[in-house]
């Protein structure tokens, strides 16, 4: 893969946790979050990677009162979201980890920095991926929220997994989860 010296910028064409649209503003990669069922008791959220095809890439399951539910890679077994993205060791909620399948660990973090709303970065301490909400006074734009999901150039391999981990944080916060 050419290496280009600069992160992949996902625009967030919505900035909703409904649904929307991730797409590289060089178009290196395109990510796509649909949710395709909600009822009183679950909702669920697929996520493609509509640059290497069609077919789901991760499946997020939510439970009823917005619950965490379950997690699926591809085909892969359903795994429960409390066991995919575990609390870390300060015990808050908005700060979670889960092992990559790399192997690696990664942490999100929610406003540890001044500049994003989410931070994710791996045992090092190093920042992998990151996610900004629109700079206030930002002029509005058509189809776009100003968000926007950063993923470092090392890591496009895990860009489904960071959506997914991300999303589901998003989903803990905004419920009070």
């Given at each position: 893969?050419?290496?280009?010296?600069?992160?992949?910028?996902?625009?967030?064409?919505?900035?909703?946790?409904t649904g929307s649209h991730f797409l590289d503003i060089n178009d290196r990669l395109r990510l796509t979050l649909r949710c395709t069922s909600r009822g009183?008791?679950?909702?669920?959220?697929?996520?493609?990677?509509?640059?290497?095809?069609?077919?789901?890439?991760?499946?997020?399951?939510?439970?009823?009162?917005?619950?965490?539910?379950?997690?699926?890679?591809?085909?892969?077994?359903?795994?429960?979201?409390?066991?995919?993205?575990?609390?870390?060791?300060?015990?808050?909620?908005?700060?979670?980890?889960?092992?990559?399948?790399?192997?690696?660990?990664?942490?999100?973090?929610?406003?540890?920095?001044?500049?994003?709303?989410?931070?994710?970065?791996?045992?090092?301490?190093?920042?992998?991926?990151?996610?900004?909400?629109?700079?206030?006074?930002?002029?509005?734009?058509?189809?776009?929220?100003?968000?926007?999901?950063?993923?470092?150039?090392?890591?496009?391999?895990?860009?489904?997994?960071?959506?997914?981990?991300?999303?589901?944080?998003?989903?803990?916060?905004?419920?009070?989860?």
């Amino acid at each position: 893969m050419t290496s280009y010296g600069m992160p992949y910028l996902l625009e967030d064409k919505t900035g909703k946790l409904t649904g929307s649209h991730f797409l590289d503003i060089n178009d290196r990669l395109r990510l796509t979050l649909r949710c395709t069922s909600r009822g009183s008791t679950h909702a669920t959220y697929i996520i493609y990677n509509a640059t290497t095809g069609t077919d789901p890439v991760v499946t997020l399951n939510f439970g009823s009162n917005n619950s965490l539910g379950t997690i699926t890679f591809g085909s892969g077994p359903q795994v429960p979201m409390s066991s995919f993205l575990e609390p870390s060791s300060n015990g808050s909620a908005k700060t979670r980890k889960f092992i990559g399948s790399d192997g690696q660990q990664y942490k999100w973090s929610w406003r540890a920095t001044q500049s994003e709303e989410w931070t994710c970065t791996n045992a090092s301490n190093h920042q992998v991926a990151s996610y900004s909400l629109k700079v206030p006074g930002e002029p509005e734009y058509d189809h776009s929220s100003g968000c926007v999901l950063t993923i470092e150039e090392a890591y496009p391999h895990l860009a489904a997994e960071m959506l997914a981990s991300l999303t589901i944080m998003r989903h803990i916060v905004a419920h009070n989860l």
